[in-house]
């Protein structure tokens, strides 16, 4: 038996069926964003963006259920034109829209990693490779296009070393009660990295704040602007006692609107899926931190994102917003025999 299955049987692994189910969701989710952008985008650079975004998404739709129905799974429900509201003002500046594309571009191309080495079939491994030469030539054009706005943000660079050198010693127990050594290269940028990303979950929550038809998820955007708001202050009072730069902040770039362009079934699941990819984000940032502050200040804020993650959870089953995945056979129920 070889290593890998039958490759060219009509059959998913569970694998393959959660990176196309969950795409589905996303790229559904993507169009109903990106059409609303649309409407109120205005300058042209930022605008091409957009179509470009757009475009990718609805491609993506259109392939995904043939991957999935090729192995007789249905693709979800996931968002329709009934979850968007093109006659909505404008809720964000251009500069968010094109600051939202840079995010959401980079949670793409990390889903689409993953995906291609956890799948098998060849015709899925060639699709997912698909999107991440698209998304890279998107994100290209994304950080081009960002660099010539005044209020872009690049990591801060530090003066190369003039040789290897050693740890040596491990430094817990100073980190706690004396002097702290400078951030090194991989402390800096995921701190720096993960300021910017919460920086967005919290003008984001803002912004659906003031929109959110029930007062239910108001309160819960509300909840999360002040959980993101520690976690970002906490990553950057990190930065800023070694004197180093901090992300810029979006808040300003949120109008006064307060009708919204988006269901509240769609502004929930947009929450819940940044509060996700946060805890993949912070969790491997604290892998690769190694002073005991930075590493407790990674628990608090992981503990914030779960937090989150579980008020969005019971709020969309409760509404029945969440849909169900399929799951592997229940061997419980079906040992009880027939029901009588």
């Known amino acids: 038996m070889g290593f890998f299955r039958d490759t060219k049987k009509n059959s998913l692994t569970a694998a393959e069926v959660s990176a ?14 990106y059409k609303y952008f649309l ?38 429900q996931g968002f329709t034109e009934k979850d968007v509201n093109l006659k909505a003002p404008r ?38 490779f698909e999107c991440t030469a698209t998304s890279k030539e998107l994100f290209q054009q994304i950080v ?12 801060p660079a530090i003066p190369p070393s003039a040789g290897g050198e050693f740890i040596e010693s491990i430094g817990i127990i100073s980190n706690l009660i004396g002097d702290k050594r400078p951030l090194n290269i991989s402390e800096l940028s995921t701190i720096f990295f993960n300021s910017k990303k919460t920086g967005f979950i919290m003008s984001l929550s803002l912004a659906f704040s003031q929109v959110a038809k ?57 929450a819940a899926f940044l509060v996700n990819a946060a805890l993949s984000y912070y969790g491997a940032a604290l892998g690769s ?22 008020m969005c959870y019971k709020i969309m089953v409760k509404h029945g917003w969440m849909e169900k995945q399929p799951e592997a056979i229940d061997r419980t129920t079906l040992a009880q025999g027939p029901e009588k």
């Not at 196309?20 to 964003?33: E, H, K, N, P």
Request: with cysteine; net charge negative; charged share 20%.
């Open 289 to 310: 931190s190694f002073r005991s502050d930075i590493i407790l200040n990674y628990y608090t804020v992981f503990n914030h994102a779960m937090e989150a993650g579980m």
């Open 144 to 155: 081009t296009l960002s660099k010539t706005f005044p209020n872009f943000s690049s990591v």
């Open 20 to 33: 196309l189910w969950l795409q589905y969701l996303g790229d559904s989710m993507a169009i109903c964003v």
């Open 214 to 270: 029930l007062e239910e998820v108001r309160n819960f955007m509300l909840k999360n602007v002040k959980l993101a708001e520690k976690d970002v202050q906490s990553f950057d009072s990190l930065l800023q006692r070694e004197h180093l730069p901090i992300p810029e902040r979006w808040d300003a770039e949120i109008t006064d609107a307060t009708v919204s362009p988006f269901s509240d079934k769609l502004l929930m699941f947009h």
């Open 91 to 128: 809720l964000f500046s251009d500069q968010y829209l094109l600051f939202y594309s840079y995010i959401m571009t980079i949670h793409g191309l990390t889903a689409y990693s993953l995906a291609t080495t956890n799948t098998e079939r060849k015709d899925i491994q060639d699709y997912f």
């Open 39 to 76: 409407k109120i985008v205005e300058n042209e650079e930022i605008k091409q963006i957009i179509e470009r975004s757009l475009e990718l998404a609805e491609g993506h739709i259109t392939k995904i259920p043939k991957f999935l129905q090729s192995a007789n799974f249905q693709a979800p």
